[in-house]
């Protein structure tokens, strides 16, 4: 995790999505309502796919980045 303006300690972009996506999962299983359950777990779906989409953009910046012994 990486400090945010403030100085508080943040979490990565795609530790977000997937958090996102256990809340939309637990909404999923706790809702009263079956007919909300579609919603919650398409929604979780989705932010589980914003987490993938993430964390690939995040390994190919790690890979373009020079290194510092490569000079």
């Keep these: 995790m990486q400090p945010d303006v403030a100085g508080s300690v943040s979490m990565s972009t795609t530790n977000l999505y997937r958090v996102n996506a256990e809340d939309c999962l637990r909404l999923a299983k706790t809702t009263s ?6 919603f919650w777990l398409a929604l979780a779906q ?11 953009e995040g ?13």
Excluded: C, F, I, V
């Design 59 to 71: 390994m190919e910046r790690e890979l373009e980045r020079p290194r510092a012994d490569a000079r």
């Design 46 to 56: 989705s932010w589980l796919h914003l987490a993938e989409h993430s964390a690939r």
């Design 33 to 38: 309502d079956e007919r909300e359950k579609p």
